[in-house]
């Protein structure tokens, strides 16, 4: 239906979109259709997923704010704290004891000052999409006043165009299928299972992903990892970058992995190299590969993984 009456191009601005089109339809009943498979009271759609966060977070945070960062964000995140203009503290990957001290440090900071309470924003990934790890925090999810907020600051609702409705009928559609078919979820879940145990018997590897993650890394297994060293004095929390983080030969792993990737499509396993922007990120993230979907048996897998060895 989406594709007979308003065919496959992008319409105009969102906040236009709603006023002026037929789709105004097919795209407030996507939000709505979110909104309730979530549970929250409302939702807010986006053109397209990289443009969503640096947009969400330049809505709220401005300058003179201070926003509380996790060291390991993705590169989307870090536009959107540049376009913010606030003032950044960064802890610890993952790190609670990290954040709280961060927290402390900013209040110390501010009565030090004698300035003015200001707003203070926390952002972290509730999975991380470098390393697949879950934060060990406890989030909600927006409601009807946050919406509008982002309704009227939003440059990407206000300024660029809306989805094409073709792509929101689709989204509608597949919360549909799951709310039809849950058993999805609890495939996923076993397939995630299923994966795990054949990789984490391979000694040359390292996988730091949550083991419940459908978001999988795997890094090989190299000196950096097997030896922790104890920081001299602790991070400082104005810089994105860790005093104690291990340092690698990301050109060398490269090469190791696309070799691997290269191998596993020849045995029938088909899997990725995670892309990176390298020099453009704050922190630059590990190699890793980002298995995607098996076409062999789990013992085929086993043993390509296990043949492969970490680089000198």
Known sequence: MAIKLEHVESTGPPSWVLRHYWSADVHTNHERDIADFLGTEASILYSQGFSTIPCVVSAFAKRGDIIVADRGINFA??????????????????????????????????RKRRGPLTRRFIITEGISEKDGVMVDLVFTTTDRVETQVQHINSTSFVFSAAVPTLLAASVSE???????????????QENVRAIRAVLDRVEAITIPSHAASPIIHVHLRSAATLSA?????????????????????????DRLLQDIVDEALAQGVWTTRARRLRGKELVEARPSIRPSRLRCRAKSARALLASSRPPP
């Open 77 to 110: 995140i870090q536009k959107g704290l540049q376009i913010s203009r606030s003032t950044f503290r960064w802890f610890d990957h993952n790190d609670l004891k990290s954040f709280e001290d961060v927290l402390l440090s900013v209040e110390k900071e501010r």
């Open 174 to 188: 597949g919360i549909n299928i799951l709310r039809n078919t849950p058993s999805i979820l609890s495939t996923l």
């Open 229 to 253: 060293s104890t920081p001299a004095k602790p991070p400082n929390p104005a810089s994105p970058a860790s005093r104690d983080a291990p340092s690698f030969d990301i050109a060398g792993e």
